[in-house]
T-cell receptor, first 118, second 113 residues
Framework: DAGITQSPRYKITETGRQVTLMCHQT?????MFWYRQDLGHGLRLIYYSAAADITDKGEVPDGYVVSRSKTENFPLTLESATRSQTSVYFC?????????????????FGAGSRLTVL | GQQVMQIPQYQHVQEGEDFTTYCNSS?????IQWYKQRPGGHPVFLIQLVKSGEVKKQKRLTFQFGEAKKNSSLHITATQTTDVGTYFC?????????????FGKGTKLSVKP
């Protein structure tokens, strides 16, 4: 499904460098999310956003920064990458329901970005 | 914040055998969602359960929501190699300023032909 795209799909970087992972969706969904996936930990929420200029921390936000100036974009920045941030990162989006997040919102995921920090 | 325990972490079955994964919460859930991730792929939504005791079927997949809305299960009858992947349950979390979705750690299913 080309409605939500992530770039780059693969990235190798070095410790201490800044890395930005991009996420773009074409549905005008209100909600967007960043998850990281590691063996033994499943999908852990890093940051999420309910709308443009509204972001909030998830379970594992340390070392990450997000912004959402436009509804369709939700970039994730690692300001100073560490080896522990080697992971597969998934962006997801969901349309809002009346009254905001109801838990009934269904997530559509991007293809993922595999990041290796050396 | 909300947490959900999912078991088992891994399950290896012979093709044709049945498979079940369970999700358990210490608190009452408003609803629960199930996703499937194929190897090398991304999670894809399967189904949502909302009502106490609800049972939904999708071909060989049967999803149940407990009477107390604290647990859920996904049962696959007569597994096929196409069922290979990781199955996640997901529940709503209102721990932040806005709601979000928290995932269980997943059950990775492998099927031997």
């Amino acid at each position: 499904d080309a409605g939500i795209t992530q770039s780059p799909r693969y990235k190798i970087t070095e410790t201490g460098r800044q890395v930005t992972l991009m996420c773009h969706q074409t549905w005008s969904h209100s909600y967007m999310f960043w998850y990281r996936q590691d063996l033994g930990h499943g999908l852990r929420l890093i940051y999420y956003s309910a709308a443009a200029d509204i972001t909030d921390k998830g379970e594992v936000p340390d070392g990450y920064v997000v912004s959402r100036s436009k509804t369709e974009n939700f970039p994730l920045t690692l300001e100073s990458a560490t080896r522990s941030q080697t992971s597969v990162y998934f962006c997801a989006s969901s349309e809002s329901s009346t009254g905001g997040w109801s838990g009934a919102n269904v997530l559509t995921f991007g293809a993922g970005s595999r990041l290796t920090v050396l | 914040g909300q947490q959900v325990m999912q078991i088992p972490q891994y399950q290896h079955v012979q093709e044709g055998e049945d498979f079940t994964t369970y999700c358990n919460s210490s608190t009452t859930l408003s609803n629960i969602q199930w996703y499937k991730q194929r190897p090398g792929g991304h999670p894809v939504f399967l189904i949502q359960l909302v009502k106490s005791g609800e049972v939904k079927k999708q071909k060989r997949l049967t999803f149940q929501f407990g009477e107390a809305k604290k647990n859920s299960s996904l049962h696959i009858t007569a597994t096929q190699t196409t069922d290979v992947g990781t199955y996640f349950c997901a529940v709503v979390n209102y721990g932040g300023s806005q709601g979000n979705l928290i995932f269980g750690k997943g059950t990775k299913l492998s099927v031997k032909p």
